[in-house]
């Protein structure tokens, strides 16, 4: 694997066998009037965050219309604002635009998300392990996004921080909506110590998630496989390297946009 590029844009050329190669091309950075142009929509992306948090325990499939409707809005403002809030993504996988790959991504998450609402039975194992890996993958998406544009931001402000901490609640999301996946899957992946629908399995596990991701670890939820165990790990680990991302960069930033005032008070006043 090579990399080649100059500029703005740097490419990557990945093996895929007899086939030939595949050509990924990224934008080194994304530049800052664009990033500022966006920058209204990240607290109101925050709020959208952690909206389906908030009403997971008051949302319920066969309670009133609106416990029906509440988790289906949640996702879908959350899909919207996402879509909004960041810039667009210029990368491209061979002919596909990773833009293209991750607005399909999010409409598809804020579609299925109201299937529950419409059908009179149960999906299909792989259909509900479908409808789950797909927002995880949009949420996964997300975070990452969020660190890009923290990383190419010329300055922070509250607006930034409120960004970061939403990437913060993403990285949550994935991780409820991925340990749900291997819950069904394998049923003995964690030991929730309580029998749950399927529908109360995501909450309680995002909950789980919550808690392994901010090191409190109750122990009300427990990996009870090791494939549960290793999910925790990671997750663990995962979390531990976005906090250290994250104030490496907010840090980064803060400083960078204190030097040149500094510099120009010190002309002003005279001073080395």
């Avoid at 992306?45 to 952690?50: I, R, S, T």
């Avoid at 913060?168 to 309580?194: C, E, K, P, R």
Wanted: glycine share 6%.
């Amino acid at each position: 694997m090579s990399w080649s590029g100059i500029a703005l844009n740097v490419a990557e050329l990945v093996d895929v066998g007899d086939h030939g190669t595949m050509r990924i091309t990224a934008p080194i950075r994304l530049l800052p009037a664009a990033i500022r142009a966006r920058e209204p929509h990240f607290p109101l992306f925050l709020v959208a965050a952690l909206l389906p948090i908030l009403l997971f325990p008051f949302a319920d499939l066969d309670g009133t219309p609106l416990q029906r409707l509440m988790l289906p809005l949640a996702v879908t403002v959350l899909v919207v604002e996402s879509l909004l809030a960041l810039p667009s993504w210029v990368a491209r996988i061979g002919p596909l635009p990773v833009n293209t790959l991750y607005r399909w991504l999010g409409i598809f998450s804020a579609v299925a998300v109201w299937w529950p609402l419409f059908s009179t039975h149960r999906p299909p194992l792989g259909w509900h392990v479908l409808i789950l890996a797909v927002p995880s993958v949009f949420y996964l998406l997300t975070a990452v996004r969020i660190i890009q544009v923290l990383a190419n931001s010329d300055h922070v402000s509250v607006r930034t921080l409120c960004l970061g901490a939403a990437g913060y609640v993403h990285l949550g999301l994935t991780a409820g909506l991925l340990a749900t996946v291997l819950q069904l899957v394998d049923a003995d992946s964690f030991n929730i110590n309580m029998a749950v629908l399927h529908e109360e399995l995501i909450a309680r596990l995002s909950y789980f998630a919550f808690v392994t991701i901010s090191s409190l670890g109750y122990g009300d939820v427990v990996p009870a496989s090791p494939v549960g165990e290793v999910f925790a790990v990671l997750l663990s680990i995962s979390s531990t390297l976005y906090i250290s991302l994250l104030i490496g960069l907010l840090l980064s930033r803060f400083i960078a946009s204190q030097s040149p005032r500094q510099r120009s008070r010190q002309a002003l006043e005279g001073g080395p």
